[in-house]
């Protein structure tokens, strides 16, 4: 992964100009996977909310449940982020983490920093 923000956001764009010329799911799969993690990390919630519903757009005709996990992942992950009190939300990252446990997922629920912006 590539480290510098500005090199970040770019690559992200390219990397949607490729997926425009695929049919691969797992290339779309992954690619959102990564960039909500990208800007996960880097505080970015419009982004990764961007990416989001990206992924659940293109799943929507056939959802895969380890695909909607993730994406409840990352919405919970957000708005922890923006709210660490949030009881519906703690409420959900314990449903998580039963889920991934459940089925031997190893799900990264680290809620993001809060000092970002």
Excluded: C
Aim: hydrophobic share 45%.
């Amino acid at each position: 992964m590539e480290r510098d923000p500005e090199r970040s956001a770019a690559a992200i764009v390219r990397g949607e100009a490729l997926l425009r010329e695929t049919g691969l799911s797992h290339n779309h799969i992954w690619f959102r996977f990564y960039a909500i993690d990208w800007a996960l990390r880097n505080g970015d919630w419009a982004e990764a909310e961007r990416q989001i519903g990206r992924l659940a757009q293109y799943t929507a005709a056939e959802p895969l449940p380890f695909v909607d996990l993730k994406i409840d992942r990352a919405r919970t992950l957000i708005r922890l982020a923006r709210d660490p009190e949030d009881p519906k939300a703690l409420a959900e990252l314990d449903r998580l983490k039963a889920t991934a446990v459940q089925y031997g997922i190893n799900l990264d629920l680290q809620v993001p920093d809060l000092t970002r912006p």
